[in-house]
């Protein structure tokens, strides 16, 4: 019999920060429902100038390692298209901040919004060469458009953290997973600019299209029939392409989905991705957990999962929900990162999209905004430095 591998602890992040969409629509002039129910959207996220993909990581995975301890922590994987460096893995930081320990090998992945499913399959592969390993995977993203762009209503920012090891008491991966990979210019991020390169049009067709054909190839390598799972957590850039790509998928095998119906299969997975905006890598995850914390009693429930990143690479996958999961649940840290955020105005938030700017400078003091538990407190001769509170 082979070990049974998958998520044993999932914890979240986000920053200090929050904009309404209400706020957003009234200074464009626009109608809301076109957040509310066109994309929708209530809020996104906005990080602070001490908070980055580093702050946000370790603020996710901090409970991760209080609970469980650092003992045979193989790898640390950190999964993020926003990285602070071009060379050293922003996994590195957290080493300090999070005494990890020496024997942990440190690495950053990257695929646009799919870099986390790759390192969580990267985890159950060293986990099943050797089921004493427990690996830490953290999808952290801070997603921002250029200003007065269709894209920029579809900002937010998170981190979701999860420990993946042999006989989880959260999800057990299921063994057969279906991949699409193709070169599209649809979503990128050249290295000189600070904001990615956007097809809108392209990237919501390209994502359609990579679910049909991931969950073919799903399919065909043995994977359930559709039917067979009690709900769907996608890739959530905006809460209504979730359901924009599930009825799509039921579309081309045959369905002709109502809107409730692909409330009742996917509805419980846009909690959170509603509130926080597109948290690129981090998206899926934090759609699972909302399910997970909102979807009622789901233990024994086959999940399916879509991730997809622009580019572009999509991957369908399933697990089972764990027996007892939910005592191993954050449901309420989960809920309190949400609604401790602070709201700010539109002004406000334009300062803090230009300050959020990198530009080239080498040295830097933050000023103290975030009340979260670490923040970047300056760059000084290039060095990125982090305090813990
Ligand atoms: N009331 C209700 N709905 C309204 C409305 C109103 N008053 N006004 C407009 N809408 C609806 C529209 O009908 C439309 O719905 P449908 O898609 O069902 O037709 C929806 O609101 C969006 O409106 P537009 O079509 O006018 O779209 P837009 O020009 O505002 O752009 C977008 C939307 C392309 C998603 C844009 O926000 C964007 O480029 N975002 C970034 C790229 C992105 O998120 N792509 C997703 C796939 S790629 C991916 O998943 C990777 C990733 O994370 C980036």
Redesign the pocket.
């Known amino acids: 019999m082979t070990t049974p591998i998958g998520i044993h602890d999932l914890s979240t992040a986000t920053t200090n920060y929050v904009l309404e969409h209400a706020t957003l629509a009234h200074h464009q002039g626009?109608?809301v429902?076109?957040y509310?129910?066109?994309?929708g959207q209530e809020a996104m996220s906005i990080p602070a100038p001490d908070e980055d993909i580093v702050t946000l990581a370790a603020t996710a995975a901090a409970p991760i390692l209080d609970r469980h301890g650092s003992n045979n922590l193989d790898s640390v994987l950190v999964a993020t298209e926003t990285g602070v460096d071009q060379s050293k893995a922003a996994g590195l930081h957290l080493h300090s901040l999070l005494d990890l320990p020496r024997t942990t090998r440190v690495v950053e992945l990257k695929q646009?919004?799919y870099g986390a499913t790759a390192a969580l399959q990267f985890a159950a592969g060293l986990i099943a060469c050797e089921p004493r390993r427990r690996v830490l995977v953290i999808a952290t993203d801070i997603?921002r458009?250029d200003l007065d762009?269709?894209?920029?209503?579809?900002q937010g920012a998170a981190a979701a953290a999860f420990l993946v090891s042999a006989h989880p008491a959260i999800a057990q991966l299921e063994p057969v997973s279906g991949i699409y990979s193709a070169d599209i210019g649809?979503?990128w991020r050249p290295n000189y600019r600070d904001t990615?390169v956007?097809?809108?049009?392209l990237?919501?067709t390209?994502?359609l299209s990579a679910t049909n054909d991931a969950f073919t190839d799903y399919r065909e390598k043995g994977g359930r029939p559709l039917e067979q799972f009690a709900a769907f957590c996608y890739?959530q850039?905006?809460t209504?392409?979730a359901y924009?790509a599930h009825k799509h998928l039921l579309q081309t095998r045959g369905g002709t989905p109502t809107r409730e119906v692909l409330t009742g299969d996917l509805g419980a997975t846009t909690g959170y991705n509603r509130l926080l905006g597109?948290s690129?890598t981090a998206?899926l995850y934090l759609a699972l957990a909302s399910l997970l914390d909102r979807g009622g009693d789901l233990a024994g429930a086959p999940i399916a999962l879509l991730s997809?990143?622009?580019g572009a690479v999509a991957e369908f996958f399933s697990c089972t929900v764990m027996p007892g999961y939910r005592d191993h649940l954050r449901t309420a840290s989960n809920e309190h990162m949400i609604s401790s955020r602070k709201p700010i105005g539109y002004h406000k938030y334009r300062e803090l999209y230009q300050a959020g700017t990198t530009g080239s400078e080498s040295n830097r003091t933050m000023p103290e905004h975030t009340e979260g538990p670490f923040r970047l407190a300056a760059i000084d001769g290039h060095h990125r430095l982090y305090e813990a509170r």
Do not use: Q
């Open positions: 626009r109608d429902a076109k509310h129910k066109g994309i646009a919004c997603a458009y762009t269709p894209a920029e209503a579809t649809d979503f990615p956007v097809d809108g049009g990237s919501v390209s994502y890739h850039p905006f209504e392409m924009k597109n690129y998206s997809y990143g622009s």
